[in-house]
């Protein structure tokens, strides 16, 4: 009795529904970007260049320790006091001449910064602080900066200074881009954020 042969099954066409469905799975999914702290690292310095002098009143320091207390300025600060000191810091205007501040609303103590210029923050970690208590106070002191520009992006523009960063990052903003971008950096020159981060401390 003759064999029988069994009837093959056509695999030509599998290889181009498994294409068309990674296809289809390549263009519908989603990946989760994980978004950080936005910050600008500094450029390379000339080993034989030497630092400018900063005036220890320029300078506000913020501590953190192992057990997420602050420590601003050598007083135990809570965290919720921690933007209105900054603000209080960074706007004082107490400098005279060259190192004056029209625009500051603040105290004009002379013995704190001399303007925002020149007014620099200073953060230090421990190691073992909770990252928890580190992005608050990293919000709490860009929250300071970012008001401190708000008001007078609405003097010179009168436009709230995220609304016009937002306009100016969204790709379909039809506006003069070029006149907003000057206005952003007329307004972050006049209050740069001079944040600085020091090596986490072990204790």
């Given at each position: 009795?003759?064999?029988?042969?069994?009837?093959?099954?056509?695999?030509?066409?599998?290889?181009?529904?498994?294409?068309?469905?990674?296809?289809f799975f390549l263009v519908t999914t989603t990946i989760e970007t994980d978004r950080g702290i936005?910050?600008?690292?500094?450029?390379?310095?000339?080993?034989?260049?030497?630092?400018?002098?900063?005036?220890?009143?320029?300078?506000?320091?913020?501590?953190?320790?192992?057990?997420?207390?602050?420590?601003?300025?050598?007083?135990?600060?809570?965290?919720?006091?921690?933007?209105?000191?900054?603000?209080?810091?960074?706007?004082?205007?107490?400098?005279?001449?060259?190192?004056?501040?029209?625009?500051?609303?603040?105290?004009?103590?002379?013995?704190?910064?001399?303007?925002?210029?020149?007014?620099?923050?200073?953060?230090?970690?421990?190691?073992?602080?909770?990252?928890?208590?580190?992005?608050?106070?990293?919000?709490?002191?860009?929250?300071?900066?970012?008001?401190?520009?708000?008001?007078?992006?609405?003097?010179?523009?009168?436009?709230?200074?995220?609304?016009?960063?937002?306009?100016?990052?969204?790709?379909?903003?039809?506006?003069?881009?070029?006149?907003?971008?000057?206005?952003?950096?007329?307004?972050?020159?006049?209050?740069?954020?001079?944040?600085?981060?020091?090596?986490?401390?072990?204790?």
């Amino acid at each position: 009795m003759a064999k029988r042969s069994a009837p093959e099954v056509n695999a030509g066409s599998m290889a181009d529904i498994a294409f068309l469905l990674l296809i289809f799975f390549l263009v519908t999914t989603t990946i989760e970007t994980d978004r950080g702290i936005s910050r600008k690292l500094p450029p390379i310095q000339d080993e034989n260049v030497v630092p400018p002098v900063i005036k220890q009143k320029n300078i506000f320091t913020v501590i953190v320790d192992r057990n997420n207390r602050l420590l601003v300025e050598d007083e135990i600060m809570e965290l919720g006091n921690l933007r209105k000191a900054a603000i209080a810091f960074l706007d004082n205007g107490g400098g005279a001449g060259e190192d004056g501040c029209s625009y500051c609303k603040g105290a004009k103590d002379p013995s704190a910064s001399d303007n925002p210029k020149k007014a620099i923050i200073s953060l230090v970690n421990d190691r073992k602080t909770e990252y928890r208590t580190y992005i608050s106070v990293q919000n709490e002191l860009v929250a300071a900066y970012n008001e401190l520009r708000d008001r007078e992006s609405q003097r010179l523009f009168g436009m709230d200074y995220l609304d016009m960063e937002a306009k100016y990052n969204d790709p379909n903003f039809r506006g003069n881009k070029e006149k907003l971008e000057k206005q952003l950096n007329q307004v972050k020159e006049m209050y740069p954020q001079l944040l600085s981060e020091a090596e986490p401390k072990s204790s």
